[in-house]
């Protein structure tokens, strides 16, 4: 049973190796987490100003993707007092989009098989450029790479509970909060993240000549 578990799918069919497709587990994973914590800031500063949880949860989550982080930046920026914060969030924002830009590429493409050209050792994916454009596009990604993209959204997902973490203890007295949360009186608003660079998509598999 052990054997099968550690070949499965293989031989039937070979989506990629195990180590490329764990790392792209995690950074699924770890994503949706992030996510998830990034929809809970929009509820934060509507629910001190006494609206229906269910009325915030029925504009928020009508919006598209792109609105919701829009809506975000427009409810801080209304009812936020403390500019460091709201710069803060805008930050994260940035760096949540890159999350979702760099899941997205890497999730919803084709795993393009080394044998067509490249190292073995090294993920390849293709997709399609955009939902409307035909061409494809390629990316090229070790093992270490997928890790430290892992590491980049689990990195976002906890940065993102420390702000609503901060912004939930912010001004309370002991009496007022969980016991939870009372471990966490005294922490600062967390420093703004780094925000990485696109992946580099590629207009050709790499290591494969052009046609003459």
Not at 23 to 47: D, Q
Not at 132 to 139: G, M
Request: charged share 25%; proline share 8%.
């Amino acid at each position: 049973m052990a054997d099968s578990e550690n070949t499965w799918p293989r031989p039937h069919y070979n989506p990629g190796s195990h180590g490329h497709l764990h790392a792209l587990g995690v950074i699924s994973v770890c994503y949706c987490a992030f996510e998830r914590g990034v929809n809970g800031l929009y509820e934060l500063h509507p629910l001190e100003q006494k609206m229906p949880k269910k009325l915030i949860d029925l504009y928020y989550f009508g919006l598209n993707e792109d609105k919701r982080i829009s809506a975000i930046k427009d409810i801080f920026q209304t009812y936020e007092k403390d500019r460091s914060v709201i710069a803060t969030v805008n930050n994260l924002l940035e760096y949540f989009q890159w999350c979702r830009e760099t899941r997205n590429t890497l999730l919803h493409a084709e795993h393009y098989p080394p044998l067509f050209g490249g190292d073995p050792e090294t993920l390849h994916l293709t997709k399609r450029a955009g939902k409307r454009e035909p061409k494809q596009v390629y990316v090229a990604l070790g093992l270490e790479r997928l890790r430290e993209i892992a590491d980049k959204m689990q990195a976002g997902r906890e940065q993102c509970a420390r702000i609503r973490i901060y912004l939930r203890v912010r001004g309370k007295h002991v009496h007022e909060l969980d016991h939870g949360l009372m471990l966490y009186m005294h922490e600062p608003l967390p420093e703004k993240l780094i925000v990485p660079r696109p992946l580099r998509l590629l207009r050709r598999p790499p290591s494969v000549p052009m046609p003459a």
